[in-house]
């Protein structure tokens, strides 16, 4: 029996295909969801790296500064991200003491080698950073180095 051509041939291929499509955008979630699981996990170790680096070297210049943690929201500038990403608040300008923290250089200076430090640290855990020159210096660790040679060649 042939059915090519005819009314019901037609249904049935058209249901085929709507089922078949289907599963194509069930598929196509399901990647998506397991994607997203996954940056968040790599989210929330990158900002861990970045909060252990920050508090360690803020908190050796002044005692007083709370370590607040690594906490997790949906944060819209954030939303979309196909890698890990997260979003640093550094210190709060409505307190008047942040605020004189954050005038004077020191302070902002230990804030961007807590950031770059933290962001190395990440790399190095990713065991994705190679070296192809020497280290600069002693003190300099191979994902630090590796992320200057990166910076340099912009």
């Given at each position: ?47 861990a790296d970045i909060q252990e680096s920050l508090a360690k070297r803020i908190q050796k210049l ?22 890990p990403s997260i979003l640093t608040e550094i210190s709060f300008l409505s307190n008047p ?58």
């Amino acid at each position: 029996m042939n059915l090519k051509g005819s009314p019901d041939a037609m249904e049935v291929a058209a249901r085929e295909n709507a089922t078949a499509q289907e599963s194509v955008h069930d598929l196509e979630d399901m990647v998506k969801k397991i994607a997203r699981s996954e940056k968040i996990d790599e989210s929330r170790e990158f900002a861990a790296d970045i909060q252990e680096s920050l508090a360690k070297r803020i908190q050796k210049l002044n005692k007083t500064v709370k370590d607040r943690g690594v906490r997790k929201a949906p944060f819209v500038v954030l939303v979309g991200a196909d890698m890990p990403s997260i979003l640093t608040e550094i210190s709060f300008l409505s307190n008047p003491a942040d605020e004189q923290l954050l005038k004077k250089p020191e302070h902002r200076q230990r804030v961007a080698e807590g950031l770059y430090q933290g962001v190395a640290s990440y790399l190095q855990s990713l065991n994705s950073v190679t070296l192809n020159s020497p280290l600069k210096s002693p003190g300099t660790t191979r994902a630090s180095a590796s992320v200057e040679q990166s910076r340099n060649r912009r």
